[in-house]
T-cell receptor, first 117, second 113 residues
């Protein structure tokens, strides 16, 4: 089945530094990838939609300059948390559909637990 | 914006008991999907329902999509400890949503021996 690989799985960084999270589709091409944020015991909140070859689409309330998204190829999307602060500590998880049609099931990466000290 | 609510938020059952989680959307959906997230893990796709009134079964799991395509349910018969996790519904809006899924608030299931 379709596999999405996400790295790193855990990262601890100091306040003010930037952190890059990579999301790769291993056995399929993903023109679209979705980045979610999940707080403990809560649902997944969509942050942005990453589109290969074009700018990402951000959800309302998500700072574009804070969360930089780059969809460099059909198999790679990156999320960079810039100038991280403790309130950015969270579980970030990417996903991608393996088909282009609306409502295709999503394949999720294992997630990245970010802790900003 | 679109909201997808699930009840209950938490459910503790004894192994062998049945379990049901209900999902309600504020807007009509083109389809509904269900995911399971084990503690410490990532969501895993379970099933997709597309048609109004559709019912699908996977072993002990029964999924239903409402006639109005605004609600859904997941029923587990005779729960087992392997059923532990959080169950999320996720829906695509009928119009204007593209391929974007809105996840429900989730129901956390705990199964005790």
């Amino acid at each position: 089945g379709a596999v999405v690989s996400q790295h790193p799985s855990r990262v601890i960084c100091k306040s003010g530094t930037s952190v890059k999270i990579e999301c790769r589709s291993l056995d399929f091409q993903a023109t679209t990838m979705f980045w979610y944020r999940q707080f403990p015991k809560q649902s997944l909140m969509l942050m942005a939609t990453s589109n290969e070859g074009s700018k990402a689409t951000y959800e309302q309330g998500v700072e574009k300059d804070k969360f930089l998204i780059n969809h460099a190829s059909l198999t790679l999307s990156t999320l960079t948390v810039t100038s991280a602060h403790p309130e950015d500590s969270s579980f970030y998880i990417c996903s991608a559909p393996d088909r282009a049609d609306i409502g295709s099931p999503l394949h999720f990466g294992n997630g990245t637990r970010l802790t900003v000290t | 914006g679109q909201q997808v609510m699930q009840i209950p938020q938490y459910q503790h059952v004894q192994e062998g008991e049945d379990f049901t989680t209900y999902c309600n959307s504020s807007t009509t959906l083109s389809n509904i999907q269900w995911y399971k997230q084990r503690p410490g893990g990532h969501p895993v796709f379970l099933i997709q329902l597309v048609k109004s009134g559709e019912v699908k079964k996977q072993k002990r799991l029964t999924f239903q999509f409402g006639e109005a395509k605004k609600n859904s349910s997941l029923h587990i018969t005779a729960t087992q400890t392997t059923d532990v996790g959080t169950y999320f519904c996720a829906g695509s809006r009928l119009t204007g949503g593209g391929n974007k899924l809105t996840f429900g608030t989730g129901t956390q299931l705990k199964v005790e021996l």
